[in-house]
């Protein structure tokens, strides 16, 4: 594959996400115009960086580096174990143990209190700083 078709999809993969270069750099430990750069295939990004990427878009290296699915077709397979989680997240908030705590809660901050239950402590920290960065772009800083 070359860095054209890599980048083309990566682009395709943030745009999808609705992610900014920034954020996806961020999240990668690398400045801004070194992302852009494997977008528009100046640069190919390492080992290391490729396995961020997947995790960061959910999916296989193979579906990264040889696209043969549309982007709609990754993120349907990748949300097909939804209804399983749907089940433990009605589990969760159900619970006596958690009703309490999340009965004051909207339906989304639920949502994700469940689904951030579930995260490793360094995915917490990444969606920690994710949230900051899309409390500031709502607040219009």
Do not use: W
Not at 39 to 68: A, F, H, M, V, W
Not at 113 to 128: A, G, L, N, P, V
């Amino acid at each position: 594959m070359d860095g054209t078709s890599l980048g083309k999809r990566l682009r395709e993969l943030r745009e999808f996400n609705g992610y900014t270069q920034e954020y996806v750099s961020e999240l990668l430990g690398v400045v801004r115009q070194t992302y852009s750069h494997y977008e528009n295939g100046k640069r190919t990004p390492d080992p290391e960086q490729l396995c961020k990427l997947t995790d960061i878009y959910k999916c296989s290296l193979d579906d990264l580096l040889k696209p043969s699915h549309s982007i709609n077709e990754l993120v349907h397979n990748r949300d097909s174990d939804k209804s399983e989680d749907i089940s433990h997240y009605i589990e969760f908030i159900n619970s006596p143990d958690n009703y309490k705590k999340y009965q004051r809660l909207d339906k989304y901050e639920k949502e994700i209190c469940y689904y951030f239950s579930q995260m490793r402590t360094d995915d917490k920290k990444e969606m920690i700083a994710f949230s900051r960065i899309k409390a500031k772009r709502s607040r219009g800083k």
